[in-house]
Structures are given as C-alpha cells and as structure tokens.
C-alpha cells in the first residue's frame, strides 16, 4: 500500500488533469427573462488567479497599502465565466455596455450579492473549497 508517488505520477496520463467547470442558474436573470439562464463556470488558471491578485494590491514603500476585493471578485468572475462570453461586441451592444465589467454589472442589476455567489462558486472550482486535501491517519 505504499507506492512511490513519483512513480504513481509518472506512469499517470497527464491529459486527464482538467480545469474543473460547473453550471449554474442564474436565478435574478432567469426569473426576468422566464426562461433558465445557465451559466458555465470553470476553475482560474493559478497565473491568472495570481495576474489579478497582483493588479488589485496597491503598495506603498514595498508594504502593502490597500486590497481591492470588490475588484478582486469582478476580475475573478469575469475569469471564471467560461459561458456567455461576456467579451461578446454582441452581447456588449445589447446590453448597452462598454466592457465586459459594464455588462457584468448590468445583468447582474447592481447586485454585489450575487457577483460573491459567482465569485465564491468559481473559488470553489479553483481549489479553494472543503475537501479538496484530506489528512491521512495511521500511516
């Protein structure tokens, strides 16, 4: 029962390491259009989840000043929604917005709430939820 984990790794088929997805409904946006919205969410790639760390930390005197999460959630969102394309021109012009953080905000009616459900659920894909590591007893 106790095999050598290099070799388990490399004997391993390395195409079957994917990105995590997952649909959700959109509840807000489903009950105002009478139809379900389903939106596919998929895990942050860790140089992205790093690239807007980085952008939404303002140092002052290489200490850190200030921690942006409102923006930290927005990017991480607009990240993690794999569908719709939320870069969409289309999807920009019908809704009436200039980016993609416009549009995001638009559908979602101001509703921070709702852009933290998103957030948290997309965390949860990346790697950030309960259970993904487990602690082995009596080895």
Do not use: W
């Not at 917005?97 to 009616?109: C, D, G, K, S, V």
């Not at 852009?115 to 082995?136: H, R, T």
């Amino acid at each position: 029962m106790n095999k050598n984990v290099v070799d388990l790794l490399l004997k391993s088929d390395i195409s079957k390491i994917k990105r995590p997805t997952r649909k959700v409904k959109i509840k807000s946006l489903s009950d105002a259009f009478g139809e379900e919205i389903i939106f596919t969410l998929q895990a942050v790639p860790m140089s992205v989840y790093n690239s807007i760390q980085e952008s939404c930390i303002s140092l002052e005197d290489d200490e850190i000043n200030n921690i942006d999460t409102n923006k930290i959630q927005l990017l991480t969102v607009l990240e993690g929604i794999k569908e719709p394309n939320l870069k969409s021109k289309e999807l920009m012009e019908h809704f009436k917005a200039h980016t993609p953080n416009e549009l995001l905000e638009i559908m979602f009616n101001d509703k921070p709430g709702e852009i933290s459900a998103l957030y948290k659920e997309i965390n949860d894909l990346s790697g950030f939820g309960k259970g993904v590591v487990e602690a082995v007893k009596n080895l």
